[in-house]
Structures are given as structure tokens and as C-alpha cells.
């Protein structure tokens, strides 16, 4: 009976180990694809902030009109 007991838990103890593996993978995958996200947005920011400011909006929509057109 003893040894039926030390392989369940040897069992068990490759079952939590499977397990707790595959939750932290999920979870740095979470936190690598939110960080993605935030420096992606920050790339973003970056070349609005970048873009001329001293433009009428109806240059603006010249230029979407124009970019339409293509």
C-alpha cells in the first residue's frame, strides 16, 4: 500500500509541476504582449508628436482627399 501511495504522489507531484509550468508561461506571455502593446503605443505617440502642427485643417483635408484619390 505504501508504494501505491509514493507513486501517486510522485504522479501528483509531475501534475503540479506540468501544471504551475504551463500557468506562469501564460502568464509572462500576458505580461510580454501587454508590454508589446505599451511600446507600441509609445512608437505611436512619438510620430503624432512628430508631425507638423503649423498646418490649416483644410490642408489636412487636401491631403486626405488627395491620399483617397490614390
Known amino acids: 500500500m505504501l508504494r501505491i501511495k509514493l507513486w501517486l504522489a510522485a504522479a501528483a507531484a509531475v501534475v503540479l509541476a506540468l501544471v504551475s509550468t504551463w500557468l506562469g508561461g501564460r502568464i509572462s506571455g500576458k505580461?510580454?504582449?501587454k508590454a508589446e502593446?505599451?511600446?507600441?503605443?509609445?512608437e505611436t505617440r512619438?510620430?503624432?508628436d512628430q508631425i507638423d502642427g503649423d498646418r490649416s485643417?483644410?490642408?489636412d483635408r487636401?491631403?486626405?482627399?488627395?491620399?483617397?484619390e490614390r
Open 31 to 33: 505580461t510580454a504582449a
Open 37 to 42: 502593446e505599451l511600446n507600441e503605443y509609445v
Open 46 to 48: 512619438k510620430r503624432m
Open 57 to 59: 485643417p483644410d490642408d
Open 62 to 68: 487636401d491631403w486626405l482627399r488627395d491620399r483617397g
